[in-house]
């Protein structure tokens, strides 16, 4: 969880300088956690907040208008004022009721036609560029989040790590409750369910430590689960990748038969014989995984289907 991170940053940034190969990854890792698109880190959270802000101003003409019209009508037809035009008998004004709904229903419909285009064309399951993205698949479990990285074939427990410039597909799915995968900082929030594979794109602009969460509520250990994004120069990811595959920790059917157990990470790292309180620069949260199988993740969904040509074996 991040307070364990917050707890050892010191110990961390000592570590770090007996690392040297690993120093400027551990000085980055180091940075202040971001947690809101409104300081964005990525592509899609940029324009969140144009989005935001578009229409922010575009409400604005109606809401400015409505308070300082009842502040003039409190005034004007207040009791002790006797020259305001007293009648009882209006009841209808085209002009009136044109301002008072057209213009709303204008703004609306404008706001509509300009965010349905860009959500369309931001889609998270659409390309963000042109380029070939790194995949990263995503398993839910309580209370914690495995990522897994095929190509690298290594995974990690609580951390995730992204290389900078470069685009993420994340394939998600859930081996527990449904959760629901968030990045404020990058822009993001898909849900994740069991039998299920949604998909996800996301950028990275700048190095950083961000937060990340689950926002759907499932439960107790639900306000805990949250993760650690790393976000790296390339090289600085693959000295990453080339530390993960030295992790003594095999993801292995015994080892995520003890991750599937309820639990947060330092849980997990319990169950696993791992020593908790180890200061690491390149897993500042949880632990990373060696010799990940490459059917692991497809296992884990086609268990929910029922298919025994594809079901691997995966513990229930």
Known sequence: MPQSGHAF???RIRHGLRLSPFLPLSLTACQADSISFLHPAGTIAALQREWLIEIV?????????????????????RLGNRNAAFR??????????FL????PATIVIILSL???GSETRHSPERQIGTA?????????????????YPDQHVASLDTLVLPVGREVRFLLTS???MQSFFIPSLGSQIYAMAGMVTHLHLLANRPGRYLGENTQFNGMGFQGEKFTTLALLPDQFTQWAQH?????????DETYRKLLKDGDDRQAMTDLGVKADTPDPMQPQGLSFSNVSDDLFRNIVSRYHGSSAHQGPMPQ
């Open 100 to 103: 008072v709904w057209g213009v």
């Open 175 to 177: 081996d527990k409750t």
């Open 244 to 252: 993960a595959r030295t992790s003594p920790v095999t993801l292995n």
């Open 132 to 148: 070939q993205p790194l995949d990263i698949q995503v398993v839910a479990l309580n209370w914690k989040w495995l990522f897994i």
């Open 114 to 116: 300009l965010i349905a």
């Open 57 to 77: 101003i575009a409400l604005a003409v109606i809401i400015i208008p409505v308070f300082v019209g009842v502040a003039f009508c409190l005034w004007r037809y």
């Open 9 to 11: 940053l010191p110990t």
């Open 88 to 97: 009882p008998d209006w009841s209808f004004a085209l002009p009136l009721e």
